[in-house]
């Protein structure tokens, strides 16, 4: 039976303010409330000095104090609950604040300790206490009083000493319609319960009790704390399998019932649901079903369960659709039954439904081949790589994957069905994608065929070998295993001319832990600043090597393609655009750079061995196969940027040095020095988004460059004409 009062607290405050004589001692009551507490709500009730009465409606109370000649005080509540319903879950708190021998020396000298717990026969006792200091200016104990959420302690002692206040609080539980409930307090000299209050400078003491009793009803219903719990032994299942529940429902008193009502609307996800009650049995008593067996989705049956007994249900079916199926268990009480606690009415649990595994018989082959087996660095690389279904019977989510070594970039690959219906039972899942990992869930007929042809670039000379598998995930009898994995070699042979090109040294570079690293090369070329006078642009050269664990030619770089050698601006972020001219004076920074419209001219190329007029000195490429050339002597006032990010990880640091290495080398080449310095080529290189740990000292590497770098060529470096001004191949 629920109360129309749920999350009512009852709260009586009372005030005294009242100077008497203990034997040889004086005392003064400075607060006494009595707090009512259901778990949602608090309310007070005071009557000496101050009059507050904050009850629920339906709740009446009366009150009586006596004072005998010792000054000795009891106080006595009677509440009544006049309403239909019951009041439930309530705890009643009693708080005193009393001041010994105030007048003869201070309330600042007491403390307080715990002499029994008890009550007398029939009556309520408490079952949690607290001392200290009240609260109202340091302390919390008022606060916690007003639930009831005492700590059982005492926080004052004869060597802690403070104002004292003392709480006890007692569980009610439930009070029936028309039932009343009798609340004493006593303050007095001596006790054998209650708290004990003591005046460290004279040992003058009180003592405080608080106890309750209600009143018997006519009828006094019956209470039951019914609990349910509902579980599985299949939590995971494909579609066709069984699946099995479990129902247990208790009773954990304190009253015996019967007709208890239990329900379980299992879900229609389920099918071919059947079920069995079973009841317990003990010694002195016996639990029943009001049904024993049935089936169907929705079941509905009755209980009786004394005090401590059960009955468990037991649950089959078989899973008939994916997905994650939740089944919900109720049980509930008979008219005119209580329960104390119906959070535990209700269970869930969760059974997670998978597609079923078909298995199959199937001589499954994949082939890998090539037609490029001899190539030339920079030359195309072309796989095909070819699987079969050679049946016996339709094969299913068949997983196929493919390798290509790293050697092979820029790899891009599709699939078709050659044999069979691509709208059947053959199909390549994903008929297109790139990277050098190929991985797909395939079906294959019987007869059936999917080709996949791997396109790429030849990066790395050197042997390298292809791979390909194809797996049904078990779920297969194939007769010949031999042929479910294949492999291919081609050679890559490095570019030869009359000079052979530099190799990219073994180094082996470091960089910090997780750092965010970006590096911009943007060559910039000024206006013409006299109308007449050809201004060439500045040619920015990047051979860079940027990575970790650099062995021979293969840069494995953190940053991808750094060095350029896919003969291809691949993996790098480009931009171009209109130089309005720098602003401000040297020297100058990226708040003086002013982009204008973006140029639809591109100065962006990658060169291999060649020679450049406008810088003889230089050989190109400086390190690798190629060389990136930012910017060109083509007309003026253009900006033209490429940049990148990686991330480096503390295993990039020099094992060597011990150090964090960034490292690439670049040149620049220069014309028209007569230019103002705003009117100047220049170039910028910028390593970008370096935390401030990285500002020098730091383990960085930079080698007399900091992280933002301006670079302006002067006209000392060669006369105008004879030749370009230029600066020699860097190494940063």
């Known amino acids: 039976m629920r109360s129309l009062f749920k999350g009512i607290v009852l709260s009586l405050v009372w005030i005294v303010s009242v100077c008497a004589a203990l034997p040889a001692h004086s005392y003064s009551i400075e607060r006494l409330s009595l707090f009512i507490y259901d778990g949602a709500s608090v309310y007070e009730d005071r009557r000496l000095t101050s009059s507050v009465s904050n009850l629920p409606t339906g709740l009446t109370v009366s009150f009586n104090e006596t004072i005998d000649a010792s000054q000795n005080r009891t106080w006595v509540w009677t509440f009544r609950n006049t309403n239909v319903t019951a009041l439930t879950n309530l705890r009643l708190t009693g708080f005193l604040d009393a001041d010994l021998s105030a007048p003869d020396n201070t309330f600042f000298n007491e403390y307080g300790e715990l002499i029994a717990l008890s009550a007398p026969a029939d009556h309520i006792a408490a079952d949690r206490w607290e001392i200290g200091e009240p609260g109202y200016l340091t302390g919390d104990l008022l606060t916690r009083a007003t639930q ?119 879900p ?36 009786d369960l004394p005090v401590g007994e059960s009955v468990t249900i037991a649950i089959t079916g078989k899973a008939a659709a994916t997905g994650t199926v939740t089944n919900t268990a109720t049980v509930e009480l008979p008219a005119g039954v209580t329960d104390p606690d119906t959070s535990n009415n209700t269970s869930s649990v969760n059974i997670i439904v998978s597609p079923a595994t078909r298995t199959f018989d199937a001589d499954l082959s994949i082939d890998i081949s090539t037609t490029t087996p001899t190539v030339d660095v920079g030359d195309t690389v072309n796989y095909r790589i070819v699987a079969t279904n050679n049946g016996a019977e339709d094969g299913e989510d068949i997983t196929l994957t493919a390798t290509i070594p790293n050697a092979v970039n820029g790899v891009t690959w599709t699939c078709t069905v050659t044999s069979g219906s691509a709208t059947g039972n053959t199909a390549c899942g994903v008929t297109s ?51 479910n994995a294949s492999s291919v070699n081609i050679s890559i042979n490095s570019v030869t001319t009359l000079n052979a090109p530099l190799p990219i040294p073994t180094s082996s570079l470091g960089m910090l832990a997780l750092l965010a690293l970006a590096l911009a090369l943007a060559g910039l070329a000024a206006l013409c600043v006299k109308p007449m006078r050809k201004t060439l642009l500045p040619v920015f050269l990047l051979a860079a090597f940027l990575g970790s664990s650099l062995v021979s030619h293969d840069a494995k770089a953190v940053f991808e393609n750094g060095n350029f050698e896919t003969g291809t601006f691949e993996h790098w972020h480009e931009e171009w655009w209109v130089n309005r001219g720098l602003t401000g004076s040297p020297p100058f920074t990226d708040d003086n750079i002013r982009f204008g419209g973006e140029y639809t001219m591109r100065l962006l190329s990658i060169v291999g061995r060649v020679f450049d007029p406008r810088a003889p000195h230089l050989e190109l490429p400086r390190e690798g196969n190629f060389t990136a050339k930012v910017n060109n002597e083509s007309g003026g006032a253009h900006i033209n940027i490429i940049s990148q990010r990686g991330t480096i990880t503390e295993a990039d640091r020099d094992p060597v040095t011990g150090k964090l290495h960034v490292r690439f080398t670049y040149a620049a080449v220069l014309e028209d020095p007569d230019h103002g310095p705003t009117g100047q080529p220049y170039f910028h290189v910028l390593l970008s988004e370096l935390p401030s740990v990285f500002r020098p000292p730091s383990p960085l590497v930079h080698a007399a460059f900091s992280c933002s770098v301006w670079l302006l060529i002067h006209a000392s470096i060669k006369p105008l004409g004879e030749a370009y001004p230029s600066v020699e191949w860097l190494r940063l």
Request: some cysteine; proline content about 4%.
């Open 433 to 483: 994608g790139s990277g050098n990992t190929i991985a797909l869930t395939v079906d294959l007929q019987v007869g059936g065929a999917i080709t996949i042809d791997v396109t790429g670039t030849a990066r790395t000379a050197g042997a390298h070998a292809a791979s390909a598998a194809i797996d049904p995930q078990n779920a297969v009898n194939d007769p010949s295993r031999a042929n």
């Open 268 to 303: 229609t996800s389920i099918s071919d649901v059947e079920w069995t009650c079973t009841a317990s049995t003990s010694a002195s008593a016996s639990a029943a079903c009001g049904v024993a067996s049935g089936n169907g989705n929705t079941i509905t049956l009755t209980a």
């Open 148 to 266: 009831g959420n005492l700590q059982n302690l005492s926080s004052l002692s004869a060597t802690n000493l403070d104002d004292t206040a003392m709480a006890l609080s007692l569980p009610i539980g439930t009070l029936e319609p028309d039932q009343t409930l009798t609340v004493t307090a006593t303050l007095t000299a001596t006790g054998a319960a209650g708290l004990r209050q003591i005046d460290a400078d004279d040992g003058s003491e009180i003592v405080f009790q608080l106890y309750a009793r209600k009143s018997m009803t006519a009828n006094p219903p019956l209470e039951a704390d019914l609990a349910i719990e509902k579980i599985t032994t299949t939590p995971t299942v494909t579609v066709g399998s069984d699946v099995s529940y479990q129902i247990v429902v208790t009773n954990d008193g304190p009253d015996d019932l019967t007709d208890a009502e239990i329900a379980d609307n299992v």
